[in-house]
Structures are given as C-alpha cells and as structure tokens.
C-alpha cells in the first residue's frame, strides 16, 4: 500500500484538491496517452491555478483619494470576481489592526460602525459595488482604507485606498492694536494662514480700491513705511492661496 502526500503544488495557505492528476502522480491510474507538447505544458498550469484558489478577477478602487476638509468623498470599490460574493466591507488601518467602517451583507442588509454611524453611505445596493461616500471630512478620516469581498469558495479578497484631507486657508490679520494715531512710525500689518496644503501666495488690497504712497507688501507682511496719516485709514484685506 502507497501513501497519498499532499501535492507541493500549492503554497503554504493554498487548499489542495483531489483530482485525476493527483492520483497519476501516485502511480494510481494507467498513463493515458502522450497528449500534444502544447497540452502538456498547459495542462499542469491550469491545474496549479485552479488548486490554488486564484480570484477569477479583481477589486478596483482608486489608489489614492484628495478630500476636502468637511465636504464629501467617494470612495470607489468595483468587485469584479466570478465566485459567489457573501459579504463586502470596508476597514480603516490603524498601525497593526483594523477598524471596520461599513458592511454590506445580502441577508442583513447594511451596517455602519462607531463613529462613522451618519456619515457613511453605500452607493446601491449591489454586491459588486462597494463604493461608499463619506460625509463631513475631518482630518482624522486621513489614512489608509481597505475595501474587502468575502467569496465563496475561494475567501477573501481586498484592494486598499490612501486618503489625504485637505484644507482651504484659515487667514488672520495681526499687527493693529487699537491706537494706531497720525504721526506713528514702524508699523505693519501681517497675514496668518494655516493650511494644507501650505499656501504660496498672499495678495493684499485694501477694501475702497485705494493704496497711498507709502505702503510696502512684502510676503505676508503689509508694511507702512512712512508715519500714518489719515490717508491711511481703511479697510486692509489678504487673500491667501494655496493649491486647492
């Protein structure tokens, strides 16, 4: 009596299958007839693909997604398998671990966790569209998300999309104290902004369209370099840019 040995066919994880070939490696069966050179060399490879449970398809997401800081974002997952898809789901990384956003389940319908709860919706209603929009971006929504399909027979399958949250400019005016007075000398005005992305150009105006002799804008800094006069009285705007 021989010993079947599992087939080294497959990698560790793999699930073998018992099949005719299986058994003529044994010495089991009867040699069937030589089949042509093509054949032979494919028939080996068709095998190897189908004991080791390959996807018959992909999951297409977008790998790299720009929101912006509290406005919507959609973020694509087309599931494109030929096996029969039992559930399909969204997780956010965290380092080592995970944390589930979204389920879509075909008997249970749809599950939203945590903190997501009000702001995550599914596109429709299939299976092969796992496609979500995210309501009310925050920075903390920045980072790394998996979209996954859980198959049968073969299990799960998954593609990741990166999302970075963008910001328009915040802008402030410092510099003015409440006693600015005619004959002062040295003072300017400078513009803040926070952003991301950083901004890279900042343009100052003044509300009545009017810009005395005398004022200097440098940077983010409106300089007056002469001492005040009334000419100088108004309203001082700076408007900052960045790539958004």
């Known amino acids: 009596a021989r010993t079947l040995r599992p087939s080294p066919l497959c990698p560790a994880g793999g699930k ?36 080791c449970g390959a996807l018959a398809g992909p999951i297409i997401v977008e790998p790299h997604v720009t929101a912006v800081w509290g406005k919507n974002v959609s973020l694509k997952c087309l599931i494109e398998v030929n096996e029969t898809i039992t559930q399909i789901s969204w997780e956010k990384i965290h380092g080592k671990s995970s944390q589930t956003v979204a389920v879509h389940h ?9 903190e997501y709860q009000g702001r995550v919706l599914f596109k429709n209603y299939s299976l092969n569209d796992a496609t979500i929009t995210l309501h009310n971006i925050g920075f903390s929504d920045s980072g790394k998300y998996i979209c996954k399909a859980v198959t049968f027979p073969l299990g799960n399958a998954q593609s990741s999309t990166t999302v970075t949250v963008l910001d328009a400019p915040e802008v402030s005016v410092t510099g003015y104290d409440g006693n600015w007075f005619v004959g002062r000398k040295g003072v300017n005005l400078k513009c803040n902004a ?10 100052w105006s003044r509300l009545d369209g009017q810009w005395p002799e005398g004022l200097l804008a440098s940077d983010n800094t409106l300089h007056f370099v002469h001492p005040l006069t009334f000419n100088y009285s108004g309203v001082y705007i700076c408007k900052v840019t960045n790539s958004l």
């Open 106 to 114: 075909p008997q249970y319908g749809f599950s939203v966790q945590g």
């Open 16 to 51: 073998a299958q018992l099949s005719s070939a299986s058994l003529l490696g044994a010495g089991l069966l009867l040699q069937p007839p030589t089949p042509p050179p093509l054949l032979l060399l494919l028939f080996p490879l068709l095998l190897f693909s189908r004991l």
């Open 194 to 203: 926070d952003a991301n992305p950083p901004p890279f150009k900042s343009v």
